[in-house]
Every structure is written in structure tokens, then in C-alpha cells.
């Protein structure tokens, strides 16, 4: 593509927007914004970083990148997992750490307004202090909404709660031509032309900034358990969580793990978990407001994991003994990617394929000698998927890396699955997009993308690529 | 626009498609599939009747019609209220009655596969019988799963349980070039590129013939209880309902509607309720499994209403007594509409804001001297309007009437509303969608319909013109 620089008259018009402090670009800023948490992931400086405080910011920034045709790329947090915010094309860089305000919790609607840079764990705090709930938990709680937004993020509690796609019920949004869209709003039903709030949900910065987001909340459960269930078997844990849902009990969270991971985040972050000797573990949150009702629940839940193999249901009820499971669980990503070589697949396959889906994932791991780490979000068919180089050489890992990815990605695909259940695409997944998608369909997304970004300065390359640049696997 | 009649090489090809018997040019059928149920709507004959049985015919009939640029209206059961299904362009009408399959019950990811033309009380009924539910419930049960995702159908269930776009996991879909879309699936979550899925959910049958539904179910709630509170005012019944939810209780459904409403019902249905002194009444439903909880949620509920000036809560726990209740709630409609000259407003604002609506709604009733009936899904602030003509002439009528619509439209706009929270624009109420949508908005809604209809063979003119050839309200 063709891009323009940031030259100084850009720097100085975008100075007059936002204030000297708020346009940076010295060499240590560029390189804190030049990378998000995927594994050994790319890096890619900016040209600027440019931090405004409100929408109206955002609009002559976009309306400037436009008519200089310089690329922009919006960032949160930069928690992602698919380099969807690493700025590779350069151009300007947008962080919405300033537009952090929770503009309202509105409880006669029960819902909230937030701009696009609220950090999730405040606004979770923020809405329980009133007795409400945002159930959109992915596990990066320090994510921010918008990001959330930007890859219609999941997390544990998808099996009971659903997506952050779910809650969103208006965005406030704003176009390259800096015109701002107002989609939607406090109204919960909707049926008055096409769904654009829905298009821009998951597109990744690609179609229009997010800068204001208005969530549907729901009342806080007033009780929460946590069962630990330690198995001798991995398909007896996969298994009883078939089971479990077909039993027609809908616990908030079923987790699924193996004791590797496990063990390796336990050294990591230095908190133990009860039972080492075990092959697999489900961590399964149940909540309600009746004791007795959650209680025979979490009976029913045992009783099924026991005919299945489990070695104990361990049933903690305390906020405390809970918080140190979910902590560690939090945990397992880092624990098993920080300093190694290792790559996220992020596939979701329909629940009932699981056991079948990892058994064949164990397969390609045994045919190409590279362990494969397995956890994630079983309720909800979800399972993230780590393969690791360990002792192998660059190169050998070079190669089978990239046929491993292919191989998982097709399984997931004929078991009626996705590339991405909830990190996204952006730039780590681009290239196996077609083996999820028919070329009909990414034909009607990249004449959506023009229709919302003709010059394709947001975040160009992600996803998909306009000009075909990237070899597809087919 | 410049379409091409169906003459007869094109009738016999499709006779060749999908046999005599299912291509019907009589005049008797051509009536039939003329008109919708919009009181006193709009008739307008096809050129011929379609009634495919699979995707693949409905695939071959989309190319020919897109090869001869002929227009092509798709129809469920006929019961929409804006006049979507009517085929205003004349040309094909394709009903999807003979694609009327539930294809799968799939009891281990609690997900129905199912046709266009399923009926929704024969799929609750199918899914019911294995202890499933599936909440979303338009007022017309006779309805067909298509032709609510066209519209995005909504419903009394939507408090607690949401639309149907919150229950489409998955969607075929046949382009007028006769590709067939395959979108999602048997998936609760994915991140994988934007979301065709919604986008055609609400697209009235421009977009694309959805033919196939993957629709998430939930647990069948084992208890239900129903109850009716008379209110000697209008405001209190109102006020009730934000009180109800700001308490952080979540009923079923709560339903609100006016006297006249009632006794305009059971006059033409011939069953009686309890109560016809009071100016309006809620009709609130509960669910769950546990007895208690559900009583206490009843006790908080009598409350808040009782509070409010309620005369009375009855409360409705048999299956029989909970049937005559809904069944009369479901026969509103009919009962102020037939045979007279009524408007239906659909406009859904937020919960909070109903009672200052329905004030307006009464007062813009003075200022014209036209009597408005009002009754609808309060818990989710989507009211439906009716004003009546009664004793006006036809002349005063049809002077009055759009400025009502427009006053009434510009209202929820003011409170933040819609134009339609369910019904959808079709052509009933395209003038209006400007009052609603902003240009640039309706701009994207425009290119987004020339990607997937780029010769606009699929249900013309309807939500917008791609010519502009109607005049809006702006």
C-alpha cells in the first residue's frame, strides 16, 4: 500500500488537537507501543502515539490520518493474542488509555456507558458495588472494553452468560471521514435497518473506532461455588463436561485444563494448587441465589464427574478459597507461554466435539513430536491450544509450527468449528483465514471494509488483506 | 426500477427447478400471497408463486431471477406488520411453507437445526418435549422461524431472555447469485472475521434467502407463574415496572395494556379476564425451578405493584389458568385491529423512559382528537401504538395519521428509541427511518445492499431505496 509519513505538519495539526503531552514520539513510547502480549509476537514501532481524551479528538485525528492517507491503528490495553494492535504498517497509533470514564451506570435500565478505554476489572467493580454484574469475563481482566469489542472477546463465563457481543446494546463509533456514528442506545429491542453495531463487534479496529460502549448489565448473583475436580483421565474430564450440559445444568464457567499446565504456572506465579497427580482438571463455577439450589447443582455436577473418573470433587465456597483458584486460572496463559517458544491457537469446536476434537490434537502432537499444551473453556467448546518448541531447533520448529496450525485448524473446521473463538484474527491468523471462511464470504467482508475505510488507513493488513498480499492456505 | 416480467421460458425453467405442482401462476394463489397482516395494508400481486423444498432449488430460483432481473420476495407465514412479504415489484414470490423440516434436535450442545419454514410453536413444541426451550416468542406463534430472523422478531420473553438474534448461532444463506452462504454454526463462540450472521438477521429479505437456522436453546424452566394486577392508573402500572426491574428482579415477560384493549378482546375472542374496572393492568410471568424463590420473586413483585396503586395481584399457577391469560394477551392484537382502520407503531425506547412516552403518546392522542390504544412489551420498553380512525372521515384520517407516526416517531427518537423494535421497516415504515437512522448511517445500510443484491432483485424498495425514490420524513 501507499502510505504517507507523519511529517511535521501532521505532528503540528495533531498537537493542535490534543495537546504537545499527548503526541509522543520519543523512541521509548514507540517501543511500548509497538507490541502486544502474543507469544514471540512481531513488533512494529508507530510513527506517533496519540492519546486523546474524547471522541471529538478521535474524529479529527481519523479525518486528518484520511485526508493524509497515513495509517492509524487503535490499541487498549494491548493484551491481545493475534497482533491485531501492533501498528505494522507504521502511521499513527491511537491508545484510548485517556477516554476511561464510566460515563454512567444506569440502574433504572440496568445497564452502563463507558468509553472505550475503561479497563474491565474497574468497570466489574464499579457495577457489583450496585449489585449488577457484567458477565463478559475473558481472562485478561485488565483488558479494556473497547478492545473487548474489538475481538468480541469470551472468557469463562460464555457458557451460562454468553459473549461480549451480548452485552453490547449501542457504540458510539467513528469513521476515517471523522464522521461519528451513534448506533443503538438504551433500547434492548432493535429491528430498524441493518445491523451495523453487530459489524463492527469482532472487526478489530478495521472498520471504525470505538469510543463509547453501552453494555447491558444484569443483577449479581448473590452466591458463587467452585468445584475443583482432578481426573485420572483427560477424556473422563472432557466427557463429564458433555454430560454435565446434557444433564441440563448450566454451571456460569467449565474450565478444562492439563496438569502441566498447571504445574508450570503454580511455579510461575508461586500459589499451589490441591492434587498434582492427576491427568486433568475441570474447574466448573456455579452461581444463584439459593443455597439449596446451587448446592444440589454442584451434587449433580459431582456425581457426574465421579462416574467419569474423577479422583475428588474439591468444593470451595469461600470468596477466598474461590479467588485463589480463579487467580491461578488466570494465570495459566502466562504460565505456559512467558520465555518460551510456544504459539496460541484459539479454535472452538461445538461442545459435544471436544473429547474427539483433543483426541486428534493429541495425535498431530504424537505424529510431529511437538508437545502440545491443552485449557481452556470446555463449556463452551473453546479450548486454546499451545503448541511448544522446547528442545527443538529453530528450524525443525520453523517448519512443523505453521503445518501443526494447518493441521489444527482444518480438524476444528471439520468438526464444524472456527479459527478464532475469541482472540481474533488479526495479523497471527491471517493466513489460515480461508480454511474458516469460504472465499464468497471474505469477498463480501473486504467490500465491507471499503465501504466504511475506502483508503484503507485502519489497521490495514489485519484479518484479511485487501490487495491479496498474503498467501492464503487453502 | 427496470425489472423483467416472468414470462414464460422463465416459468418453464423453473417448472424444471421444482416441478408444476410448486410453481403456481392462478389467480387464487397470486391473491393469497398478496398481503400481509398490516391492518388495512397494501396488496400487491406476484407474478407467480414458489414453493421450493430444498436449498438447492431455492439456489437455482435466485440465480434465474438474478440472470433475468427479475425482483424475488420471499415469504414465511405471511404475518409480518409492515408489509416486508408483500411483492411490491411484482416478479417471483418464494414461500418457504414446503421447507418446513426441524432437521436436528441436538441434545448434547442444546442447539435445533431447522428450515426457513418451521413453524415456531411446532419447534417449541418439538424442542419442549425434551425438556428445551427455546424463548424467543413473537405474539404470532404461527409465525415461521425465517421470517423472524428477517425481522429480528422480539416478543414477550425478551426481559429476561432476549431476541432472536440472541438465539442464531448459525444461518444458511443463498445470495442472488444462487452461492450459498454457510455462517457460523453449532459455534457459541467465534472471532473470525465480521459477522455476516448479523447483518442478515433483520435484513427483511434483502440481503439474502436464509434457508437453514442454527438456533441455541436453553433448559426448560420447570415452573411458571403467571400474574395479573389491574392498576386504577395508567402511570402506576407504568411506574411499576421500572420499580420491578430496579429491585434487580428479572420476570419472564411483563406486558402492559389498557382497558379498552381488553374489552376490545374479549369481544372478538369471546373469553373473559377478571377485572374490567381499571384503567390498565400488567401481565407479569415468572419462571424457574425452585418453588420458593419463585413465590418470593411473586411476593416482592405484589409489592411494588400494590404500592403503586394496584387494585389487586392475581396470581395465575396452573397450566390452564396461565393459558387463558397469555392466549387472550395473544389475541390483542387481533382484537383492535381487525376490521378496522388502525396503525400499528412499534417503537421501543429505554424502560426508564416509558412512562414520560406513554404520556406523550396520550397527549399527542388530545392534540389530533385521535384515540390511541396502547399495550406491548413493557418490561423491554417496546410499546406497540395503535391509533384508530373510529368516527373520523377518511379525508382527516389520512391527514392526521402521518403526522401522528411522525410525532410519535420523533418522540422516541427524542428518548432515545427506535422506530421499530420488532416489526422491522419493510415498506410500512421506511419514510420514518430517517427520524431514526442518520444519512451516513442509511449510506452504509445502501452499499452494504449493493454487495449482496448488486442488481436489487431481493425484496426492492423495502427498509430504503436504493434510488432515494421515496421521499422521507427527515
Known amino acids: 500500500m501507499n502510505y504517507n509519513k507523519v511529517n511535521n505538519e501532521v505532528l503540528s495539526s495533531l498537537i493542535g488537537f490534543i495537546g504537545l503531552e499527548n503526541v509522543k514520539t520519543d523512541g521509548a513510547t514507540l517501543e511500548k507501543y509497538s507490541y502486544d502480549e502474543t507469544p514471540h509476537g512481531l513488533r512494529a514501532l508507530p510513527e506517533v502515539v496519540l492519546k486523546?481524551?474524547?471522541?471529538?479528538?478521535?474524529s479529527r485525528i481519523l479525518s486528518l490520518a484520511e485526508q493524509n492517507r497515513i495509517p492509524v491503528t487503535f490499541r487498549g490495553q494491548g493484551t491481545g493474542l493475534s497482533l491485531g494492535a501492533v501498528p505494522t504498517s507504521g502511521g499513527m497509533l491511537v491508545s484510548f488509555e485517556r477516554m476511561n470514564r464510566i460515563l454512567e451506570v444506569d440502574e433504572d435500565n440496568l445497564m452502563a456507558v463507558v468509553e472505550a478505554g475503561v479497563v474491565l476489572q474497574d468497570l466489574r467493580r464499579e457495577v457489583e458495588k450496585r449489585g449488577l454484574f457484567y458477565p463478559a469475563d475473558p481472562g485478561e481482566r485488565t483488558s479494556m472494553v473497547g478492545?473487548?469489542?474489538?475481538?468480541?472477546?469470551?472468557?469463562?463465563?460464555?457458557?451460562?452468560?454468553?459473549?461480549?457481543?451480548?452485552?453490547?446494546?449501542?457504540?458510539?463509533?467513528?469513521?476515517?471521514?471523522?464522521?461519528?456514528?451513534?448506533?443503538?442506545?438504551?433500547?434492548?429491542?432493535?429491528?430498524?435497518?441493518?445491523e451495523l453495531i453487530h459489524l463492527i463487534i469482532g472487526s478489530e479496529g478495521t472498520l471504525a473506532a470505538v469510543t463509547k460502549v453501552t453494555l447491558k448489565l444484569i443483577k449479581l448473583p448473590s452466591l458463587f461455588i467452585t468445584l475443583y475436580v482432578p481426573f485420572n483421565t483427560l477424556q473422563g474430564a472432557i466427557k463429564s463436561v458433555s454430560e454435565i450440559l446434557r444433564d441440563r445444568i448450566t454451571p456460569t464457567?467449565?474450565?478444562?485444563?492439563?496438569?502441566?499446565?498447571?504445574?508450570?504456572?503454580?511455579?510461575?506465579?508461586?500459589?499451589?494448587?490441591p492434587n498434582h497427580d492427576s491427568e486433568a482438571y475441570l474447574i466448573i463455577r456455579l452461581d444463584g441465589d439459593n443455597d439449596s439450589l446451587l448446592y444440589d447443582?454442584?451434587?449433580?455436577?459431582?456425581g457426574v464427574c465421579l462416574r467419569n473418573g474423577a479422583v475428588d470433587v474439591l468444593v470451595a465456597d469461600t470468596k477466598e478459597s474461590q479467588n485463589n483458584i480463579w487467580d491461578i486460572r488466570s494465570a495459566f496463559y502466562e504460565g505456559i507461554v512467558k520465555n518460551k517458544d510456544v504459539e496460541v491457537i484459539d479454535?472452538?469446536?461445538?461442545?459435544?466435539?471436544?473429547?474427539?476434537?483433543?483426541?486428534?490434537?493429541?495425535?498431530?502432537?504424537?505424529?510431529?513430536?511437538?508437545?502440545i499444551l491443552c485449557f481452556g473453556h470446555a463449556g463452551d467448546g473453546n479450548i486454546h491450544i499451545h503448541p511448544q518448541r522446547n528442545d527443538l531447533s529453530v528450524e525443525e520448529w520453523s517448519k512443523?509450527?505453521?503445518?501443526?496450525?494447518?493441521?489444527?485448524?482444518?480438524?476444528?473446521?471439520?468438526?464444524?468449528?472456527?479459527i478464532s473463538g475469541e482472540h481474533g484474527i488479526g495479523l497471527a491468523k491471517k493466513k489460515y483465514l480461508q480454511i474458516g471462511l469460504d472465499?464468497?464470504?471474505?469477498?463480501?467482508?473486504?467490500?465491507?471494509?471499503?465501504?466504511?475505510?475506502?483508503?484503507?488507513?485502519?489497521?490495514?493488513?489485519?484479518?484479511?488483506?485487501i490487495d491479496d498480499s498474503t498467501e492464503l492456505v487453502r
Open 52 to 58: 486523546p481524551e474524547n471522541t471529538e479528538q478521535v
Open 147 to 194: 478492545g473487548n469489542v474489538g475481538t468480541n472477546a469470551g472468557g469463562m463465563n460464555c457458557v451460562k452468560y454468553g459473549k461480549v457481543r451480548d452485552y453490547v446494546l449501542g457504540l458510539e463509533a467513528v469513521l476515517p471521514s471523522g464522521k461519528i456514528l451513534n448506533l443503538g442506545g438504551k433500547v434492548v429491542k432493535r429491528s430498524t435497518g441493518y
Open 253 to 273: 464457567a467449565i474450565e478444562f485444563v492439563e496438569r502441566d499446565v498447571i504445574l508450570e504456572t503454580e511455579n510461575r506465579i508461586g500459589k499451589k494448587m
Open 297 to 302: 447443582e454442584g451434587e449433580k455436577i459431582s
Open 347 to 371: 479454535t472452538a469446536v461445538p461442545r459435544s466435539k471436544i473429547p474427539e476434537f483433543i483426541l486428534e490434537v493429541k495425535n498431530i502432537s504424537s505424529r510431529y513430536g511437538v508437545r
Open 400 to 418: 512443523k509450527l505453521p503445518k501443526i496450525m494447518e493441521e489444527v485448524y482444518r480438524t476444528s473446521k471439520a468438526y464444524g468449528g472456527t
Open 439 to 465: 472465499e464468497e464470504q471474505i469477498r463480501i467482508m473486504k467490500e465491507i471494509k471499503k465501504i466504511f475505510d475506502p483508503n484503507n488507513i485502519l489497521n490495514p493488513n489485519k484479518i484479511f488483506d
